[in-house]
């Protein structure tokens, strides 16, 4: 275990469904961050929280929607997706964004299927 | 802008031959190295890092990497492979000297170890 734990593994979801993905951290990190790990493509950063404060935004659809409410904890709420986003997302923690000799560490990941 | 190539997609090697994962990067200031692997449906777990000092790092599970500034390559290896070594493996840097703050990743390789 890595001190990061996502939920649900595995979700199934219908276009028009709402659904939240959620991560927790309990390793004192200031730092969170949303992957998207599609098959055949390099990781893509979605989102980049430091102390709660959204400081990346990679150019995300609307339909994915972050939240963090503390240092501790991080949503990623999913509305109208589509089959394209059906992939393994996954969440991890660092340190904070501007210590950059610190490894991430990873959730175990969510995979999403959307049909 | 910082970049990280890893230019094999896969790795064959047998149980107990010696492997090499390779990876190169490019970044403006000092090279912070990583290396990650990850199990199916599992997320990255941190293997090791170079930051600064001795070239030869060691990390989890018996690997350990090789740092070469001239040739700007940060290349994973293990004397004796196992066939539960077979993963994918991610090679990422950061900008140790300022720049993004954005850990790069390189795509992923699959590496194989057979019986």
């Known amino acids: 275990e890595t001190g990061v734990t996502q939920t649900p593994r595995h979700l199934v979801m219908g276009m028009t469904n709402k659904k939240s993905l959620k991560c927790e951290q309990h390793?004192?990190?200031?730092?969170m961050y949303w992957y998207k790990q599609s098959a055949k493509k390099p990781l893509e950063l979605m989102f980049v929280?430091?102390?709660?404060?959204?400081?990346e935004n990679n150019s995300v659809p609307s339909r994915f929607s972050p939240e963090c409410p503390n240092s501790s904890h991080l949503f990623l709420h999913l509305h109208t997706l589509q089959p394209e986003d059906s992939a393994l997302y996954l969440c991890?923690?660092?340190?904070?964004?501007?210590?950059?000799?610190?490894?991430?560490?990873f959730g175990q990941g969510t995979r999403l299927t959307v049909v | 802008a910082q970049s990280v190539a890893q230019p094999e997609d896969q790795v064959n090697v047998a149980e107990g031959n010696p492997l090499t994962v390779k990876c190169t990067y490019s970044?403006?200031?000092?090279?912070?190295l990583f290396w990650y692997v990850q199990y199916p449906n599992r997320g990255l777990q941190f293997l090791l890092k170079?930051?600064?000092?001795?070239?030869l790092v060691k990390g989890s599970y018996g690997f350990e990497a090789e740092f070469n500034k001239s040739q700007t390559s940060f290349h994973l290896k293990k004397p004796s492979a196992l066939v539960s070594d077979s993963a994918l493996y991610f090679c990422?840097?950061?900008?140790?000297?300022?720049?993004?703050?954005?850990?790069?990743f390189g795509r992923g390789t699959s590496l194989i170890v057979h019986p």
């Open positions: 929280y430091s102390l709660e404060e959204r400081v």
């Open positions: 970044v403006s200031g000092n090279p912070y």
């Open positions: 991890a923690s660092s340190q904070d964004v501007g210590t950059r000799n610190t490894e991430a560490f």
């Open positions: 990422a840097v950061r900008d140790g000297s300022g720049g993004s703050y954005i850990p790069t």
């Open positions: 390793l004192g990190h200031n730092a």
């Open positions: 170079y930051i600064t000092g001795d070239n």
